[in-house]
């Protein structure tokens, strides 16, 4: 059990985090510092913190775990304003969606402490924000992705496996790098492509008539693009060498589809469309939610 966790940032996904170790019985308090002094304020009222920060430094004064769930353009300068009080006991995370930029503000950050520090990702999140929606079950039954590099204590990565894996997570290990290629693929690109599709609406003078006669298809497809715009304005400029490289490759399968409509050659439309049916037909999630046993 931690004796406290530091929490900075206590929106939806810190809030989240506190709920989730309190009701582990994995922390016997909870001190929390948001930019915003109201939403630190709310998040005592609602239990989500025990004692209210004047400033992220305080938070951290007298924990042992620190979970820094802030905007990726604000890693820097969040650890730069904790590095004082960071011991080579000291668990330090984040839950940011973009890794490599995020370890190199630890670096420069930390210096000499970078090793207390281990990059997470947990595959997680819901198109609400604030700490009015935090939720202890948010992530149980999800992936978490951890990205140590060589300076990450072997301690602390161990414990760091050992949380989320009591939080119910399912914990694997990869490299900053790798991690951005992926989920540039994977969950950016997503969200860029759906914030395009909204936006091509709502530019044609008939979007309003056509999107009132949008269904479930249309509903899926979109659900992304209600994510808050300032979190993934930063994640997509944080990551957009690894977006920009997918999103080539989409135009590229795009262009293809549009050539076999245009010269009316079904069979290759036909053969593509399958294609893309039989791999969506078998592939599983791999952070898939079970249910918590009863």
């Not at 700490?131 to 300076?151: K, W």
């Not at 395009?196 to 008539?209: F, I, K, R, V, W």
């Not at 036909?270 to 009863?294: F, I, N």
């Amino acid at each position: 059990m931690f004796e406290q966790l530091g929490l900075i940032g206590c929106g939806l996904m810190g809030g989240s985090f506190a709920l989730a170790l309190k009701k582990a019985g994995l922390v016997k308090r909870v001190v929390g510092y948001s930019k915003s002094p109201s939403t630190t304020d709310r998040a005592r009222q609602l239990g989500v913190i025990d004692v209210e920060a004047p400033s992220a430094l305080l938070a951290v004064a007298g924990a042992d775990i620190v979970l820094v769930a802030v905007p990726v353009a604000a890693t820097e300068a969040t650890l730069k304003a904790i590095k004082h009080l960071v011991t080579p006991q000291m668990l330090i995370m984040d839950v940011g969606s973009t890794k490599a930029d995020v370890v190199q503000a630890a670096r420069r950050a930390l210096r000499d402490q970078v090793g207390s520090f281990v990059p997470a990702h947990p595959i997680t999140g819901r198109e609400v924000a604030g700490v009015e929606h935090a939720d202890a079950e948010l992530y149980y039954g999800r992936q978490v992705i951890l990205t140590p590099t060589e300076r990450t204590l072997t301690a602390q990565l161990l414990q760091a496996q050992e949380v989320w894996q009591a939080l119910g997570c399912r914990v694997s290990s990869m490299s900053p790098e790798s991690h951005d290629g992926a989920f540039a693929a994977v969950s950016h690109l997503p969200h860029l492509l759906a914030f395009a599709m909204m936006n091509s609406l709502t530019g044609q003078p008939d979007g309003d008539e056509y999107l009132s006669l949008a269904g479930p298809g249309f509903r899926d497809f979109t659900r992304i693009a209600a994510g808050e715009p300032k979190m993934w304005r930063d994640i997509m400029l944080a990551n957009r060498e690894e977006l920009l490289a997918q999103s080539k490759l989409f135009q590229q399968a795009l262009a293809q589809l549009e050539q076999a409509i245009a010269s009316g050659n079904s069979q290759a439309l036909e053969d593509m469309l399958t294609l893309a049916s039989e791999t969506r037909a078998h592939w599983r999630m791999g952070a898939q939610r079970t249910s918590r046993p009863r």
